[in-house]
Structures are given as C-alpha cells and as structure tokens.
C-alpha cells in the first residue's frame, strides 16, 4: 500500500520528496556540504550516524503508526455502513487535498523557518484527528422484527393459529403475523432449514393461569404416562420448530378470511438438554401467544440513507486527518537530505527503517486480531500513542532552518506543451489511478469473498517484503531492462494482477500476484522519477519531478479512488478489475507504439539555444549515473 512508503530507489540526485513535494535541490557542482559527525562503534565497515539516528527512529515509529491504521480505514468505513461510492468519494478527494495543502505548509514552515515545529505539531494532530474517527456513528441497516402468533393445544392435537395484524404488503415497520413475516422474508419459497423458537405465554383471555403440556411421540390422545417431557402446572411454553417452512407447507385450513392453521409436528424441547417429539398435547384446551424468533432472519434490512450525517461527520475528521498528514513526509524528507549532506543516495537507507516499520506493525496488528476485523477500536488506541511517541521524536531531529519544503512546481504549462513529456506523465497519473484503485478497494473486496485478518497480513507481508527487495535491486534491474522497458513492464504486471484479482473466489489466491507489488510501484516510481529527469526540457528538472508526484499521489490516486467506487455500484467489483486490465494492455500497447514511431528521436525535447542543447547532457548524463548507480558503498547503520 502506497502510504508514503515509497522508497529513493538510488535516484536521490533529484531529491525527490515523498508525494511529489521537492526537499532541497541536490547540486554536483557547489560546494559539497560537510559530512555529518559520525561516531565509529568499531572497526568494522558498519558506522553508527548519531545525527542520522533519529530520522531513522521517526521513519520506524510514524511508519508503524501508518501501517497499523491506514491500509485498514477501507474496511472501517464499510464497517460504518458507508457505500462504495461514498468510499471513493471520500479517498477520491484527500489526494487533491494533499497536493495543495502540503506546499502551503511547506512555504509557511520555510517563511518562518519553523520546520520542526511543525513537524511535531501536524504529527500529534494527525494522530488526534485520526483518532477522532472512532467517534463517528455507524449506520443501522437493519431493524429488529417482532413476530407474534397465537398458539392453540388440546388432548387431540395443536397448531398455530395465525391472523393478520398488518396489511397486505408487509414491511420492516410494527409488528408482523407469521404469515407476513414468512412473505417479507420469502422462507416459504426457501429449501433450506429455517430454524424458529417459539415462546409462548397463556393468553390474556385465558381465565386458568396454569397448564400442563406434554412432549410426545404418541399420535394418539393426550396421556401423561406417554410423555417424553411434561411442563406441570406451567405458565410458559417454548419449543422449536425445525424448519418453518415445513410448518407453512403443513397449512391445514382457513379459519376465516384472516387466520390460518398450521399443524405442529416434529417439533424440539429443552428438558436439560435438547429432546425431539412427534407434537406437543395439552391435558385441557389452551389458548397461548406466542413470540417467535428466527436467527438471522429477524433482522429486516432497510434501505440506507446515503450522504447523511455519518458520511459527513467521517468526511470532515478525515480531511483534517490529511491536512495534517500532507506535510509530514516533505519536511522529514528534507531534513534527512539536509543532514546526508553530500552523500544523498542514502537516503533510501533512511527511509527502508520506514518500510520495515509499517511491515511489522501492519502484519502484527493482523496477527493481533486473530481473524476478526469487526472491532477497530484497537487500531486507533494503538495509532494515537505511536503518533505521540513520533511527535517526541521529531523534537531530536537535526532540522536545519534552512530547508526549503514548500516549493511548487513552476513552469507546468511549459512543460506539458512536449508531447513526449505530457504522454509520460499520463502513464505515470494512470499508475495512480490503479494505485488509488488498489489502495481504496482491494482489502474491502478481499473481506467480500471471504478474507480473515491473516489474510491481509500476509498479503501486507508481502507487498513490503517486495518493496524492500526492490530498494536493493532497482539499480540493477533499471540498468539491465532499460527505463521505458520497466514501464511497459509495470503496466503488464498492473494487467496481470487486475485479471488475477477479477478470477479468485478464494482470497488466499491474491498472492499468486502480490509479489508483483515491488514492480507495480518501487520500480516503476524508480524508472519513472529517472526518466523523467533524461526528458525534462533544460532547466526544468525539478519542475518535472515535482509534477511526477503530483500527477500520481495527487491526481493519479484521488481519480482511482473517485472511479473505482462509482464502478464497484454499476459494473461490480469483478468487471471493475477486469476493465482494469484491459486499459493497462491497451495501454501498454498505444504507449509501445508511439515511443517507436512518433518519440523516435532524442531523450531531451528541442531546446531554443544552442548552448543549453550542448549544455544540458552532460548534466543529463552525470544525473543518470547517480539514478541508478549500484549501492556498492559502506552501509550506515542506525
């Protein structure tokens, strides 16, 4: 899940922050910044950065916070009773959101030069608003019905008496007769057994206040000495019938024009423990009502009111929830380049502790619920303190009043004017899309066919365990492949998990796939950052990363996440996949085509002076190299 868990993929040269916001611009050619003091624990390769350690910390610590909470916020609102399409409205607007909302507080945060300030400040609301959350009401969708009968015993037989009480049309509201509550729910039409438990008191007409019944399999008369079960001197009555519609098809007459008759046989009794009995016979006529009720079906689902003050209350937390969160990574960002100094491509080393933190936390959290989701309280009493913990933290951090997070990107008109360069970042918005897409609604369809709380875990595991893989191993395969092949790859591998995911009926079955994840978004955010910076027009570099982020964890996400809900109301969730997968490979076939006839010519878009055009690739070239250079070089820990 793509909760600011992305990492550098050894294209910290652009420096790059998390969600499209640029921490500041890594430059070759000025001075190098002095190497933070480090401290030597022994004398082997491995270093421990004081300075560094706490960035580490507040990675691990906010990241498990996000992993314990977050990937699970689908499933919470579905608990609420919200629709799908409220869903995706709700997760559809938060990207846009954050896309402005972070270099505003970014610029104010530069202006006043009170970064860690407010850092500390978004982390603990962030945990606050989020924790908010627990407060809002769920919807009911059901409502409990009463079923009221008459039952009627004497020494020859018994049955239940039914009149209507209710008009012709039964509905959820009052109090229903058998015979209507049996048309509401359709059970006469039901093969299957519906097991109903009658209780049932002398009626109120009734001058005796006492009778005696007995359980027998006798089909004769009433006699005591037959009985399997007799109820002395009682006032209350309870049996069970097995299945009712047995009871509905054994009609034996029409009293008048409101009552009907069923005759009661093969009925169960409580003596201690549960007996069978042919019927049940009484030793004088008696008249009892009775309340009958129907496990899982005497809850009559209603039609729910959409956009109500639920989906409102939920909407208006979670808003303040991400306004708070937007700034949290680019000023944590920034600060790390800042206290790497020249030695920026470690960051990715910074940002795995994240990774690994919001893996444990995630799958713990899972393990922790041992299959049952319902109840969420824990998510968020476990949420709150970790955000407090991180706000402690960010006290520590070495944040420089220096740092520039607030940047926006300039020059985006000119920019989006190459075709080459408009055509590639509507690949990488449509990555988002399928990234809001999953993010939204996969674990809400997994817990539809059937998945339990280790499913999801496992599924989390592995995404992040393929993420991890991939920080290592991105140079590698970038080189190998080629940056526009590992596109063409992303979107077969985004083809094959959408037509994988459409095809399974049992949840497990999502794992086939999940492996995937570490293409679907390490490399592809790894090659794509890197080719954007070969075909960014002069001097506009940064312009192009910044709107690589925008495009896919703002607009990208924020379309994904509005679609998709509107798609699992009209299609359902099984064509939504599937139509996923047919405009990845549409896509991947249109993008093939045009970068081998029309871009057929040089990475780098015609520049207006001869200068900038012998300028500029050498530039382009060193930036390449530091792209997707090995990490072959002393590993700092801690």
């Not at 994840?517 to 490399?523: P, Q, T, W």
């Not at 982020?549 to 109301?569: E, P, Q, R």
């Not at 009209?570 to 871009?599: D, E, H, M, Q």
Request: aromatic share 14%.
């Amino acid at each position: 899940m793509e909760y600011a868990t992305g990492t550098n993929f050894e294209r910290i040269a652009l420096n790059m922050a998390e969600n499209g916001q640029l921490a500041e611009e890594y430059h070759p050619q000025r001075t190098p910044a002095p190497s933070p003091a480090r401290r030597v624990v022994n004398n082997s390769i491995y270093t421990i950065n004081l300075k560094l350690l706490p960035i580490k910390l507040f990675y691990l610590v906010f990241m498990a916070a996000v992993g314990v909470l977050l990937p699970f916020v689908a499933l919470y609102m579905m608990h609420l009773k919200l629709s799908s399409k409220e869903i995706g409205i709700i997760y559809g607007v938060m990207p846009f959101v954050g896309f402005f909302i972070r270099p505003l507080i970014g610029a104010v945060a530069d202006k006043f030069k009170k970064h860690k300030l407010t850092l500390m400040i978004v982390t603990v609301l962030t945990g606050v608003f989020y924790f908010l959350l627990i407060l809002v009401p769920g919807r009911s969708r059901s409502i409990h019905v009463q079923v009221l009968t008459a039952f009627k015993c004497n020494t020859e037989d018994s049955y239940v008496s039914d009149c209507y009480r209710d008009a012709m049309q039964p509905s959820c509201q009052g109090r229903l007769s058998l015979q209507s509550f049996v048309t509401l729910f359709k059970i006469d039409s039901l093969n299957q057994s519906v097991t109903c438990n009658f209780s049932c008191l002398i009626a109120a007409k009734e001058t005796v206040h006492e009778f005696r019944a007995c359980f027998t399999d006798n089909s004769g008369s009433y006699e005591p000495n037959n009985c399997n079960g007799t109820l002395n001197h009682g006032k209350h009555l309870n049996f069970t019938i097995p299945s009712l519609p047995t009871l509905i098809h054994r009609n034996t007459s029409a009293s008048d024009d409101k009552c009907l008759s069923y005759d009661v046989k093969n009925i169960e009794f409580e003596n201690k423990v549960t007996h069978q009995a042919f019927q049940i016979l009484c030793e004088s006529e008696t008249d009892l009502d009775c309340i009958v009720s129907c496990p899982k079906f005497n809850q009559c689902e209603t039609e729910i009111v959409l956009f109500d003050s639920t989906f409102y209350f939920f909407f208006f937390l979670f808003l303040l929830a991400n306004i708070a969160f937007a700034p949290i990574f680019p000023i944590l960002d920034a600060s790390a380049y800042e206290a790497l100094g020249e030695k920026p491509n470690h960051w990715g080393m910074q940002r795995a502790w994240g990774t690994f933190g919001f893996a444990v936390s995630s799958v713990t959290i899972m393990l922790i619920k041992q299959g049952q989701i319902e109840d969420f309280a824990v998510f968020f009493y476990i949420f709150l303190p970790l955000c407090i913990v991180s706000t402690f933290i960010a006290f520590f951090l070495p944040i420089s009043s220096d740092i520039k997070c607030g940047q926006f990107v300039h020059n985006v008109f000119q920019l989006l004017s190459y075709a080459k360069v408009s055509t590639f970042l509507f690949v990488v918005m449509y990555f988002g899309i399928l990234t809001g897409a999953l993010e939204a609604f996969l674990f809400v369809y997994l817990f539809g066919i059937g998945a339990d709380s280790l499913v999801l875990a496992v599924e989390l595991f592995v995404q992040c365990t393929s993420e991890l893989i991939m920080l290592f191993t991105a140079g590698f395969i970038i080189k190998k492949l080629g940056l526009v092949n590992c596109l063409y790859l992303t979107l077969f591998c985004y083809a094959l998990r959408f037509l994988v995911i459409s095809l399974i009926s049992n949840p497990w079955y999502v794992l086939i796939t999940e492996p995937l994840y570490g293409i679907c978004f390490g490399l592809m955010y790894a090659a794509a950052s890197s080719y954007a910076s070969i075909i960014a027009p002069p001097g506009m570099s940064a312009t192009i990363q910044g709107l690589l982020g925008g495009v896919h964890f703002g607009f990208g996400k924020g379309i994904g996440s509005l679609i998709t809900g509107f798609m699992f109301d009209s299609i359902g969730a099984t064509w939504t996949w599937r139509a996923y997968c047919i405009s990845s490979v549409l896509l991947l076939i249109g993008y093939f085509i045009l970068n081998k006839t029309v871009f057929t010519g040089s990475h780098q878009p015609p520049t207006s002076t001869n200068k900038a055009a012998t300028a500029v690739p050498d530039e382009q070239t060193r930036q390449k190299e530091n792209l997707i250079k090995d990490q072959n070089e002393t590993m700092e820990v801690a």
